[in-house]
Structure formats: structure tokens, C-alpha cells
T-cell receptor, first 108, second 114 residues
Framework: AQRVTQPEKLLSVFKGAPVELKCNYS??????LFWYVQYSRQRLQLLLR??SRESIKGFTADLNKGETSFHLKKPFAQEEDSAMYYC??????????FGAGTRLFVKA | DAGVTQSPTHLIKTRGQQVTLRCSPK?????VSWYQQALGQGPQFIFQ???????QRGNFPDRFSGHQYPNYSSELNVNALLLGDSALYLC?????????????FGEGSRLTVL
């Protein structure tokens, strides 16, 4: 079965603290994974993709095929990082499967 | 550069009615995907249109149908509405020849079925 699991619905951290949003996937093929973000009153948008291996807004994510995980990390959270984050699996067959999302709240 | 636009932004229907939602893709994009996002859930894939054809479909009944026009705009139609169809319907566009999987989303159409 093709599935994306984000175990935390809500993650609350203090400004300056490290943050890790968890994502696990189930897929028999070669996965292409993404993190999308939705800031308040904005549309859903791409944050980063694993194939790019880049850091966006200080966030990084490493694909761990052994653990079937693609956790999103940032060493020092900022208040402007507060948003809804969705992990997504692109199956290559035109369909993208999204997790249920994690709401990140960064407290001052 | 025009992004993905959807209309209407909000609408209220009653059970059994039919609804049509519209989407214009981002300028230069030729592929449109539709997603349903229920409250507290992630977007669920409904189907994708390319070259005016539905080329993949998610686990949704035939009450959900769509269309793509030569200008790449698209419609989502839902017949015989059920209470459970209440959700945010998202349109996402992409460019077929650059098949990176990246999606560009509209702001959605929020459907309430009473």
C-alpha cells in the first residue's frame, strides 16, 4: 500500500529550539518525496524535495530508505515557521499522496 | 505571472444537488490535478487531466467527474452531493514535460453540503 504517515498533528516549540517534523512512507518503488507548507491565509506551496538535497528557509530533509522516513528538520525555529506542513509522496504515475499534516507552532 | 486560480471560493449546496468547480492552471502549465481536503486531513487525489483526458484517478466514485478544455483550464463536477462531500477542493497544476512531481496549488473551493 502507498501511504504517508505524519504521526504528530501538532508540534509546539520555542523560538530558537530545534524542530523535527516526522514523516514515514510506505511505497514499493523508488520514492520521490516532498514537503509542502501552508502559511496562514496562503496557498499550499512546495518547501523542498528530497532529490534537490537543498536547504530552504533553514529546513532540510534527508530520505532514509532503510527507515522509510523523510523527516523535516531545522536547527533553530523562528516564529515565521509557524504553519501547516505536509509530507508528500510522488508515485511517478501522476498521483501525489499526502500525509495528514503537522501544525507547527513556534512560541516566542 | 498568474498562478492557479479557482472559482468559486465558497459555496453551499444541499444533498442531492450537483456542483461544478473551475480551475485555471498557472501560466504555461498543461496538466491539472484535483484534490479533496476534508477537515483535519491532507489532500486526497481525485484525478488528473492532461491533453483533455483523465489519465489517472484516485479512489473516488463516478459521481466525481471532470473536464479539461483546450486552454488547459479544468472543471470538477460532483453529482448527487452527499454530506461527506463537504471539503476544500484544491486544484493543482504542473507542466507535463517537466515531470518533477512539483505541484502548484490554487487557494481552493470550499464546498459545504447541507
Amino acid at each position: 500500500a502507498q501511504r504517508v504517515t505524519q504521526p504528530e498533528k501538532l508540534l509546539s516549540v520555542f523560538k530558537g529550539a530545534p524542530v523535527e517534523l516526522k514523516c514515514n512512507y510506505s511505497y514499493s518503488g523508488s520514492p520521490e518525496l516532498f514537503w509542502y507548507v501552508q502559511y496562514s491565509r496562503q496557498r499550499l506551496q512546495l518547501l523542498l524535495r528530497h532529490i534537490s538535497r537543498e536547504s530552504i528557509k533553514g529546513f532540510t530533509a534527508d530520505l532514509n530508505k532503510g527507515e522509510t522516513s523523510f523527516h523535516l528538520k531545522k536547527p533553530f525555529a523562528q516564529e515565521e515557521d509557524s504553519a501547516m506542513y505536509y509530507c508528500a509522496l510522488y508515485t511517478g504515475g501522476f498521483k501525489t499522496i499526502f500525509g495528514a499534516g503537522t501544525r507547527l507552532f513556534v512560541k516566542a | 505571472d498568474a498562478g492557479v486560480t479557482q472559482s468559486p471560493t465558497h459555496l453551499i449546496k444541499t444533498r442531492g444537488q450537483q456542483v461544478t468547480l473551475r480551475c485555471s492552471p498557472k501560466s504555461g502549465h498543461d496538466t491539472v490535478s484535483w484534490y479533496q481536503q476534508a477537515l483535519g486531513q491532507g489532500p486526497q487525489f481525485i484525478f488528473q487531466y492532461y491533453e483533455e483526458e483523465e489519465r489517472q484517478r484516485g479512489n473516488f466514485p463516478d459521481r466525481f467527474s471532470g473536464h479539461q478544455y483546450p486552454n488547459y483550464s479544468s472543471e470538477l463536477n460532483v453529482n448527487a452531493l452527499l454530506l461527506g462531500d463537504s471539503a476544500l477542493y484544491l486544484c493543482a497544476s504542473s507542466l507535463n514535460r517537466v515531470n518533477t512531481g512539483e505541484l502548484f496549488f490554487g487557494e481552493g473551493s470550499r464546498l459545504t453540503v447541507l
